[in-house]
């Protein structure tokens, strides 16, 4: 019986392997590669469609960086920290929210040019339990076709609605089937209670506007 496990065919079809080396790191072969980068086409053929503006980010930042988005202190265990680099620690990146801010922070800005949308194809790294580690859906190393957008409150309904287009036309374009969730504020949340609960309506809004059923996830 042929497996359909996707660690077996990946191997079997020569397009990627993990190595005791790096756990959790995909190795991707040049058949691999081909598809990976196809995919990468698509997505940079929709984000053009769609008004985003791709962007590059570095790897590794000072750890300052993540003090001040909250993510050492919450996320921590998660991190790779780096300690011999120059005189501060700094950590690999394990998501891209905070590169992004810095972008629109280091010019001024105009309200005439929100929403601005941002896309980052990021190599991202977290720190994952080595028993958690699955083939390609819980790794270490993984790159992640991310973006955020920066708009002014009014722009946001709108923004969602585009985001539910955009994912719905990407996975019906694989046959795939998707089911949403609407996670509610956790209880080790990070800033304003009055903008969650704005956030958190808008949300629900939207999704009962665009008429898919969805469940809430609380916490």
Known sequence: ??????????????????????????????DGTIILNNLQRLMREEYKKRGFLEVSTPQMFNAKLWETSGHLGKYEENMFKISNCSDDMCCMKPMNCPTHCLIFKHQKRSYRELPL???DFGVLH???LTGTLTGLTRVRKFCQDDAHIFCTEDQIGSEI?????FIEKIYKIFGFEFSISLSTRPDAYIGDLELWNKAEECLRTNLERWGKPYVVNEG
């Open 1 to 30: 019986m042929q497996s359909i496990d996707h660690r077996d065919i990946g191997t079997q079809q020569e397009l990627f392997f993990f190595h005791k080396y790096s756990p959790g790191s995909c190795i991707f072969l040049p």
């Open 117 to 119: 949308r941002l896309a």
């Open 126 to 128: 977290r720190n994952e």
């Open 161 to 165: 609605n585009s985001c539910f287009d």
